[in-house]
């Protein structure tokens, strides 16, 4: 186990903002982690399709967990997500959904990742793609 897992797992997809949209952590891989938001009629926008703003949180969520998964326990104090792209690509209907977030670069302090929002269920349609930068020293 990574020293900063429980970081991981408490703090980032744990923290309020994780706890308030159902968020828990399916896999962590150096460089990767997988983030799983419980589907709750709380957060859709109508019917059964989950709100924008609560796949963005999870791609956001994703991100920062892959970031500081990859990262030197001993050097690293900070970080802030910089930049956020996020294309939708289908609705996310009724079902769980998955960030599969994967580091793609990490440089000095910048890093980018890549996430993928997939619906759960036999189909795992891709319901967004997303392209972050995110900040750590």
Do not use: Q
């Not at 983030?35 to 969520?61: C, K, Q, W």
């Not at 030197?72 to 998955?98: E, H, I, P, Q, S």
């Not at 000095?108 to 930068?133: I, Q, W, Y």
């Amino acid at each position: 186990m990574s020293s900063l897992e429980p970081l991981i797992r408490d703090f980032i997809v744990g923290g309020p903002m994780g706890r308030l949209l159902g968020m828990s952590v399916e896999a962590l891989e150096p460089e990767r982690v997988v983030v799983r938001m419980s589907f709750r009629p709380e957060i859709t926008t109508y019917g059964n399709v989950i709100h924008g703003g609560a796949i963005a949180s999870l791609v956001d969520v994703a991100a920062t967990a892959a970031v500081w998964h990859g990262a030197d326990a001993d050097k690293v104090r900070r970080g802030t997500t910089v930049g956020f792209t996020v294309n939708y690509l289908a609705a996310g209907r009724g079902k769980d959904l998955v960030a599969d977030a994967r580091v793609v670069n990490r440089g000095k302090s910048l890093c980018v990742c890549e996430v993928k929002v997939r619906g759960t269920g036999e189909d795992g349609a891709l319901v967004a793609s997303a392209l972050v930068t995110y900040k750590i020293d």
